[in-house]
């Protein structure tokens, strides 16, 4: 059973406009949710997370939104550029530090 | 830099023949992890170490096992690869949040390039 969930496979974004990629959770004893960015041959990096008692944390082109009672979360990416195009995993954290993924959405930023 | 490194890249085993990947890093993390990530899949926790004691996720396979010699190499032993075990293997390293307090913006997991493993 999917805790967290990537409903879109993928995202075709034109250089410039606003990226937003969505994810939903399942679980309210999460206390945080990250974002990872994963190039090819290379392994997922950390992007920006937030805390399960805010709504928004924005670092640069990057921002992300959590809406509890939707158990509802989004990265949004402003402008966006060739260089974004990437897989993105969103992880929620349990007790500890362990993370649960989902799927990944495969975001190509389009010159 | 540091970093966490895996080796090999790409392994390949025949069905039923033992394997271990390894990971090794220079991050002096407390934590270690292995996940196992099948195509269009999440990467999935297989187990973590926690210094030395291990955390075995409930539903990780009998098939897999893992060694933790030190703070900067864990391995993952596949002892009887089937067709199934076919995947990409990520390690990750972590500090131990729980020994500084809550963490400002949630401890992360840094992670090497993945080891892909194929079972002939």
């Known amino acids: 059973d999917q805790q967290v969930k990537q409903n879109s496979p993928s995202l075709s974004v034109q250089e410039g406009r606003i990226s937003i990629l969505n994810c939903d959770y399942t679980n309210s004893m999460f206390d945080y949710f990250l974002w990872y960015k994963k190039y090819p041959a290379e392994g997922p990096t950390f992007l920006i997370s937030?805390?399960?008692?805010?709504d928004k944390n924005e670092d640069g082109r990057f921002t992300v939104f959590l809406n509890k009672s939707a158990k509802h979360l989004s990265l949004h990416i402003v402008p966006s550029q060739p260089g974004d195009s990437a897989v993105y995993f969103c992880?929620?954290?349990?007790?500890?530090?362990?993370?649960?993924f989902g799927a990944g959405t495969i975001l190509r930023v389009k010159s | 830099d540091a970093m966490v490194i895996q080796n090999p890249r790409y392994q390949v085993t025949q069905f039923g023949k033992p394997v271990t990947l390894s990971c090794s890093q220079t991050l002096n993390h407390n934590v270690m992890y292995w996940y196992q990530q099948k195509s269009s899949q999440a990467p999935k926790l297989l187990f973590h170490y926690y210094d030395k004691d291990f955390n075995n996720e409930a539903d990780t396979p009998d098939n897999f096992q893992s060694r933790r010699p030190n703070t900067s190499f864990c391995f993952l032993d596949i002892r009887s690869p089937g067709l199934g075990d076919a995947a990409m293997y990520l390690c990750a390293t972590s500090r131990d949040p729980g020994q500084r307090g809550l963490p400002r913006s949630g401890e992360t997991q840094y992670f090497g390039p993945g080891t892909r493993l194929l079972v002939l």
């Open positions: 937030i805390s399960s008692i805010k």
């Open positions: 992880a929620a954290r349990e007790y500890g530090n362990k993370l649960v």
